[in-house]
């Protein structure tokens, strides 16, 4: 899946615990994402990154915080899981070439089910 | 707000058949258009995209029609074959740009040997 980490690739949590996620790519591209998958709704988007300590918000961001301290890495946070946290989760890594034709990798996903 | 509608949630389709998924957008500043492949248990990857200045793009099996006047494309997949089985996206954005794409709710393919 283009040089991209995604780690854990399972996890089970109780409401109310801090859980992270992390996402390592190798292809020193510059954007970073994080991304939901639900049925119904596809894929939404949580955060972004355009850089090293530089971070934006998406559609879904409310109880989420990243992370981005070096190229290669990219952490999502959820403070204080919830239920309706229950989800997969993308990683996926772009690289801006002024085409018109961004072309979004994925990482292979976290299943996190937060009981 | 659902900015892309993607029909149908699922498609059941005999080998050899010609699958073909549609996808309505609102956003008319929306200029590129692609179409993401899920298998399961993996990530989307890419497989096909149109700019609003062609009406139709071919690949191999895979053909995008795009329909500007009335806001819509769709996806044609000829001689479906059972490894065409995934769940696919559509998607669209304005300036191209990934940090603005804009997915559909998805379509679970089944292709029956």
């Known amino acids: 899946d283009a040089g991209i980490t995604q780690s854990p690739r399972h996890k089970v949590t109780e409401t109310g615990t801090p859980v992270t996620l992390r996402c390592h790519q190798t292809?020193?591209?510059?954007?970073m994402y994080w991304y939901r998958q639900d049925p119904g709704h596809g894929l939404r988007l949580i955060h972004y990154?355009?850089?090293?300590?530089?971070?934006d918000k998406g559609e879904v961001s409310d109880g989420y915080s990243v992370s981005r301290s070096k190229t290669e890495d990219f952490l999502l946070t959820l403070e204080s899981a919830t239920s309706s946290q229950t989800s997969v989760y993308f990683c996926?890594?772009?690289?801006?070439?002024?085409?018109?034709?961004?072309?979004?990798?994925f990482g292979s996903g976290t299943q996190l089910s937060v009981l | 707000q659902q900015q892309v509608k993607q029909s149908p949630q699922s498609l059941i389709v005999q080998k050899g058949g010609i699958s073909i998924i549609n996808c309505a957008y609102e956003?008319?500043?929306?200029?590129?258009f692609p179409w993401y492949q899920q298998f399961p248990g993996k990530g989307p990857a890419l497989l096909i995209a149109?700019?609003?200045?062609?009406s139709e793009k071919k690949e191999g099996r895979f053909t995008i029609s795009f329909n500007k006047s009335a806001k819509q494309f769709s996806l044609h997949i000829m001689d479906s074959q059972p490894g065409d089985s995934a769940t696919y996206f559509c998607?669209?954005?304005?300036?191209?740009?990934?940090?603005?794409?804009?997915f559909g709710s998805g379509t679970q393919l089944t292709v029956l040997p």
């Open positions: 996926a890594i772009s690289e801006s070439r002024g085409t018109g034709t961004e072309k979004l990798f």
């Open positions: 292809e020193n591209h510059r954007y």
């Open positions: 990154s355009y850089g090293v300590k530089d971070t």
């Open positions: 956003n008319t500043a929306f200029d590129y």
């Open positions: 149109i700019r609003p200045d062609v």
């Open positions: 998607a669209a954005s304005n300036s191209g740009s990934a940090r603005q794409l804009t």
